[in-house]
Every structure is written in structure tokens, then in C-alpha cells.
């Protein structure tokens, strides 16, 4: 299997409280990873550092065969979600998708709208994302992440605000990614994704990572 992520031994401390303790493992092409633990067990500060938002403080993180924080400084090529999404309050989601595509220099309006209908939001709406639900911000998340064919998305607890037909369209939906050969990490407090979705699921704790299934 072709290897995409391979963290070696990294560590994280915030001052001197230690949140990553020599985590290490490899990730291949076309698989999900789930990711489980209580808050604050380091999920979200592994992913950080996974994108590189965060640096290590002693460590190695590889994205292919580049090293980050040496060839790359950021994940390239990747859709994330992690904490609360950010988006243009007064446009709609259209909009909010074709200001982002547009900064790539791309534009392809049929291929955004098949974006926003494969979330399930409708791409002729008008109505202002201030005025969306939780789960319509959530869906429109989640389509800016694929919105370019990343080859690895990284999602921190995707399914929230979801209702049970948003979760079963999601759940679809990253399927049909890991078909593909996109790789996916996802960190999830729901079982049943874990359980459906996941290839392999590790377990963070105090820091520690450990394989879980």
C-alpha cells in the first residue's frame, strides 16, 4: 500500500504540559483512520500538526516522501475540517464555494453546483450562510473540503450538527472519497461512524496513541 502520512516519534508541549508523547504510525492511500479519545486527549493538536499549523518539538512528520517543516510547510492537496468553519456571513454558500475556487484561479460554476448538491445543499439557493443551520454550515464544510480532490482529508468531528439523514449522506459520501483513493483521518465521539467508516482506529490518551482496531 502506498504510504501518504508517516509520523515518526513526534512530541507537542504547550509550555510545560506535554500533549503529544512520542506518537507514531503510518497511513496508506484509499483508507480511513478513525481517531477516538476524550476532549483534550490531543486529536485535534495531532491533526494541527499533521497540516502543519503546529510544529512538533521533536519528531518527524512525512507526507509522502516531504518531509514538513523542511520541503513543505503546510499539507498540500488536502480538505480540512477542524474546529468551526469559517465563512462569508453575507454570501450564499455558491458564493462562499466560488470566492475560494477563485483564489486557485478556477472557475466552473456547473462543477461547484455538483459539489453543493452531493452535500445535499441546493446550489440555486440564495439564502445568506449567516442564516444557515448548524448542519447546512456543516455540509457546506465538508464541500469545500472536497471541493478540489484532495488526496487526504483530515476531519475533526464532521458529522457535527447533522441530523440522521445528513450523517447517513455523509457517511455515503466519505466512502465514496476512500474509493477514489483519498485517505482519510477522522476523529469522531460517535461509535457508529467509527465502526462503519474505519479501516483502523486508534485511541489518544494523555497524549498517547494507541491502535485500537
Known sequence: MEEMITVKEIDKYFGKKQILDKISFSMGKGQIYGFVGYNGSGKTVLFKCICGFLRVDSGEIWIRDKKMGREIDLL?????????????????????LDFLYRIRNKKDKKYLQKVLEKVGLDPD???KVRDY???????????????E??????LDEPMNGLDKQGVEDMRALFIEEKEKGTTILLASHNKEDINILCDEVYEMDHGRLSKYR
Open 133 to 147: 443551520s448548524m448542519g447546512m454550515k456543516q455540509r457546506l464544510a465538508i464541500a469545500q473540503t472536497i471541493m
Open 76 to 96: 498540500n492537496n488536502a480538505g480540512i475540517i477542524i474546529e468551526t468553519p469559517s465563512f462569508l456571513g453575507a454570501k450564499s454558500g455558491y458564493e462562499n
Open 125 to 127: 439557493s440564495g439564502k
Open 149 to 154: 480532490n484532495p488526496e487526504i482529508l483530515i
